[in-house]
């Protein structure tokens, strides 16, 4: 593979573009990673930025999501001790307490996955 601008072996490409680059072309981008301007730079840059806002928005979807399903169990808990004293059908009684079990889980599920974030 040769040098797009100076027709000599390339030494990597453009992590941006791709691009073949030289030794004289290839330059250094903030996140150490060759580019072959500034213009790419600045994109490889912004790209960087917009996955971590991207990932950091899906950790708070997460947290929301756990808390949504805890309230969801609570509820569901709550529903089926009300329905084991006031309308003691069975089928009632263990659909809530199993609707309560599955929101709990997940509420779990879903905390687990945000925690790892704050850990990372």
Not at 74 to 87: N, R
Request: glycine fraction near 8%; charged fraction near 10%; aromatic fraction near 12%.
């Amino acid at each position: 593979m040769q040098c797009v601008a100076h027709k000599i072996d390339a030494v990597g490409i453009c992590i941006y573009c791709g691009r073949a680059l030289c030794g004289e072309c290839a330059k250094k981008s903030a996140t150490a990673r060759m580019v072959c301007s500034e213009t790419c730079a600045t994109a490889l840059t912004q790209n960087d930025q917009a996955l971590a806002m991207i990932l950091h928005k899906s950790f708070q979807s997460a947290r929301a999501s756990a808390f949504y399903s805890y309230l969801c169990g609570g509820l569901s808990a709550a529903g089926a001790v009300g329905a084991y004293y006031y309308l003691p059908v069975p089928f009632l009684v263990w659909f809530t307490a199993g609707c309560s079990v599955v929101f709990l889980a997940s509420g779990i599920w879903y905390s687990r996955i945000a925690k790892k974030q704050i850990g990372d």
